[in-house]
């Protein structure tokens, strides 16, 4: 269940199916889920980035390949939410090998 954090009235933790039973219009409604997702996002994202940080590391055990798989990994985690079309459909980048 998707919850709003904040809404423009001051209530914390709304779940969005609730929106616009608080009158909540349906384009700020719209924008607050939007919003939402978009932190769940982002919030993931680091996460996945701070996982990989250590494949950064100079002394990681990783050959000049592998490194740069993982470049590349990070760089399409980076790109995102922008590169993302549907947030209800977000396509993970696969893990190097």
């Given at each position: 269940m998707l919850t709003i954090a904040k809404l423009p009235n001051g209530m914390i933790n709304v779940p969005a199916d609730q929106l616009t039973e608080?009158?909540?219009d349906t384009t700020t409604a719209g924008r607050l889920?939007?919003?939402a997702k978009l932190a769940l996002l982002r919030a993931e994202r680091d996460r996945l980035l701070a996982a990989s940080d250590k494949t950064q590391l100079?002394?990681?055990p990783y050959s000049a390949e592998q490194r740069s798989a993982?470049?590349?990994y990070r760089k399409q985690l980076r790109d995102m939410p922008e590169s993302v079309a549907d947030l209800d459909h977000v396509s993970w980048p696969a893990l190097p090998a």
């Open positions: 608080l009158g909540i889920i939007r919003e100079s002394d990681a993982w470049q590349a």
